[in-house]
Each structure stands twice: as structure tokens, then as C-alpha cells.
């Protein structure tokens, strides 16, 4: 199972986001990765001239990243640490709670083959944007849900598809959306082994499930 970092089994309490006061320090030097995608073997790292991208937290980033590779014009994805404080934390780090980063999804489309609305669609259809500091049996601040846009015109976006697919899910018995909306903070690249971890491991451990609630049709 995915690793839920310092949450007690049957612990029910609420994680909750650090301090920026009180967060583990960091370090300078970024996580080295493959520069080649492993299931796309085109550049993972950017510059990614003529593309956009696109930063979600839906949960455990494994079966989020495979979601967004295998869509059309998706070119290349990675995952990473994004919305806290620490530098080029690890992945034990973040689960410690100590970081205020959540596992993200870096996706980089190209505009000309498809849209940051059809990103937004994919993102709100695979998760449950309901749960808070948690994705199903996952809990930690971690596994929080996130949009971290690049430009106003994503932000503006982003806050607009929010109200349809609340008013969806209410319809459908649940809760209120929990999923922080912001300009896009640094992202950070997790270590090698997370990179395309469901392609390296086919059998390995994904939690990611959504609600069966469709985005609305435009």
C-alpha cells in the first residue's frame, strides 16, 4: 500500500498543513530523474517550448500520472511535490507531514491537439474532490486535492468549472469540494523511481478512484 507517512492506523484526526515556521528545511540541489519519459520516451524535463502545462494533486500520484500520460495530447508527464514550503523535499519527507506539499501530477499538452479544459475534465472525473486531507483509504496532507495553475487564464478556468461539478456531485450525495485553487507554486520532481512508477510496476499499488459523477458537457 502507499505509504500514509505518520498517520496511526485508526487515528481518526483530521491531518492538518505545517506551519511555514515549523516545516523540515529542504536542500538546495533539485532530485535528479531520467531526462526521457519511461513509457513515451520523449524529454521529461522542461524546456517544453510551444506546450502548456498543467499541475494537479488527485491523491497518490502513481495512477494519477498514468491517467494523464495515456490522454490525447498529453506529451510528456511527471510526478512531483508542489504547495508547501520545503525545498526538494523526498518522498519520505512529504509523507512525514512536515513539508505542506501534496503529490502531484505534472501533465505538458500540446494546445494545438487538445485543451486545458479537457485537463480539468480528466482531473475532476478521477478523483473525489470531497475528502479533504485524504484520497479513500490514503490520509495525510499529502493526498490533499489541488489545481495549481500557470496563468490567470488557467486560474480563471479552473475557479469556473468548480460550481458545475459541485452542483453534479451534491445532485449525486456528496459533500463540498475541499480542492485548493492557486497560481502554481514550485514544482518539485519526485525521485526517479516514482517517474511512470505504474509502467515500471504494473502490478503496484493505486488507489486513485473517482466518483462516477461526469463533468458536465460543455
Not at 66 to 90: H, I, M, Q
Not at 150 to 160: G, I, K, P, T, V
Request: aromatic share 12%; net charge negative.
Amino acid at each position: 500500500m502507499h505509504y500514509t507517512g505518520a498517520v496511526k492506523l485508526f487515528d481518526t484526526r483530521e491531518p492538518v498543513m505545517p506551519s511555514p515556521d515549523a516545516v523540515l528545511p529542504g536542500r538546495e540541489g533539485a532530485m535528479p530523474v531520467a531526462e526521457r519519459h519511461f513509457v513515451k520516451g520523449v524529454p521529461m524535463l522542461p524546456p517544453f517550448e510551444g506546450l502548456e502545462r498543467a499541475i494537479f494533486a488527485l491523491g497518490c500520484f502513481w495512477g494519477a500520472e498514468r491517467k494523464f500520460w495515456e490522454a490525447d495530447g498529453v506529451y510528456t508527464s511527471a510526478v512531483g511535490y508542489a504547495g508547501g514550503f520545503t525545498l526538494n523535499p523526498t518522498y519520505e519527507e512529504v509523507c512525514s507531514g512536515g513539508t505542506g506539499h501534496t503529490e502531484v501530477v505534472l501533465a505538458v499538452f500540446d494546445p494545438r491537439l487538445t485543451g486545458y479544459d479537457a485537463m480539468l475534465r480528466l482531473f475532476w472525473q478521477s478523483h473525489d474532490p470531497t475528502q479533504g486531507m485524504r484520497q479513500g483509504n490514503d490520509v495525510g496532507t499529502q493526498y490533499r486535492s489541488a489545481i495549481f495553475c500557470d496563468s490567470d487564464e488557467q486560474l480563471r478556468l479552473a475557479e469556473a468549472s468548480r460550481e458545475p461539478f459541485q452542483s453534479m456531485l451534491a445532485e449525486a450525495g456528496y459533500g463540498s469540494i475541499t480542492t485548493e485553487i492557486r497560481k502554481a507554486p514550485p514544482f518539485y520532481y519526485a525521485e526517479d523511481y516514482h517517474q511512470q512508477y505504474l509502467a515500471k510496476n504494473p502490478h503496484g499499488y493505486c488507489g486513485l478512484g473517482g466518483t462516477s459523477v461526469s463533468f458536465p458537457a460543455d
